[in-house]
């Protein structure tokens, strides 16, 4: 890949928790993102994936600055993002964009798709009303709808078909890179593999890089050359997908991969999968040193005393694991139940 379009270092997001009476004090924190650190190559897309609740979509959107970062750096083209007034962000947000993950909630119910489509381009450019018209049809093809849809509702459209108009609004100003929150999770599944080769499609045809945030490694696995595995704010696992997906080595990347179906039936009776116990601890009370090892089967005293760096232990792959998995390590049902879960 080429030098780094999007530099992302040592983020954090945290939201304040205020109490109760007229002063309403800040009492506590929800630490959503605790030092994110990763980049994207122009062209590129990098699956960011975890469970609910592990900070993926609070992390897409302090980039873009949708959220204000509490810390960390954020690098376009190498200028600092989180150092632009409104106006400087203003210009910037032409080239950075975000795909919503409710088609239903994400576009305006009173306003018909060509103004939806239609708006970046009133807010940032000088076309006239003709020019417009004529930008807005040409979005709704490159997006497989017909120009004439223009005139309706959103509650008109399938969800699948209000996800693509949602797209043709965040390309709508070409831009370099996209957000895309869980663009295909409120869809039903014979709708998303026509939304996911359109996002492929027109990320060959425009260059665009995408930071593409899913909870389905299956999805991740099908559009991404980098996947970045999060749990409770932090990266645990990130590398090339295909040494992620065939040497992943820590433990709770192999816990979300072992739950993927398998198509083959005789493999889905017969392979073993790891059964994660007890819940994802709450983010305002994060456990000390390594984050996921109160649900860890391999956790031992020097993982609640230390928080493990990401180190490269297979090629192509940096793993956050005080022990890691060997790629030729099988997991069995048997070594997940013997875990004894710390407080």
Not at 56 to 68: C, N, V
Request: hydrophobic letters at 40%.
């Amino acid at each position: 890949m080429s030098e780094p379009l999007v530099e992302v270092s040592d983020l954090v997001k945290t939201f304040p928790i205020k109490g109760d009476g007229f002063l309403q004090r800040v009492v506590d924190q929800v630490q959503a993102v605790s030092g994110l650190s990763f980049d994207i190559a122009a062209g590129e897309t990098l699956g960011l994936v975890g469970e609910s609740g592990s900070g993926k979509s609070t992390a897409g959107r302090a980039i873009l600055r949708l959220h204000e970062p509490t810390s960390g750096s954020i690098k376009f083209e190498g200028r600092e993002v989180t150092e632009l007034d409104s106006k400087a962000m203003q210009e910037l947000r032409q080239r950075m964009q975000i795909v919503f993950q409710d088609p239903y909630a994400s576009l305006n119910p009173k306003l018909p798709v060509n103004d939806i489509v239609g708006e970046p381009l009133v807010i940032h450019t000088k076309m006239n009303r003709k020019e417009r018209e004529r930008k807005v049809a040409q979005l709704l093809s490159d997006v497989g709808l017909q120009p004439e849809h223009g005139n309706r509702y959103p509650h008109e459209f399938s969800g699948g078909q209000r996800q693509r108009i949602g797209i043709a609004r965040a390309i709508a100003l070409d831009p370099d890179f996209v957000v895309l929150d869980e663009p295909v999770s409120a869809l039903d599944v014979s709708v998303q593999a026509g939304v996911l080769n359109l996002l492929r499609r027109l990320q060959d045809e425009r260059g665009m890089a995408y930071l593409f945030i899913a909870h389905d490694l299956s999805v991740v696995r099908h559009v991404s050359h980098r996947v970045a595995v999060m749990y409770l704010g932090k990266i645990v696992e990130i590398g090339e997908r295909k040494a992620l997906f065939q040497t992943s080595a820590h433990p709770y990347t192999r816990a979300l991969m072992s739950a993927v179906p398998v198509a083959d039936p005789h493999r889905e009776r017969t392979r073993e999968t790891i059964t994660l116990e007890g819940d994802v601890p709450s983010p305002i009370n994060p456990p000390s040193g390594c984050r996921f090892r109160t649900r860890c089967w391999r956790a031992t005293d020097l993982c609640a005393a230390e928080a493990p760096e990401l180190v490269e232990h297979t090629p192509g792959l940096l793993t956050a694991c005080h022990h890691p998995i060997g790629p030729d390590e099988v997991v069995t049902r048997a070594d997940t139940n013997s875990a004894v879960l710390a407080d």
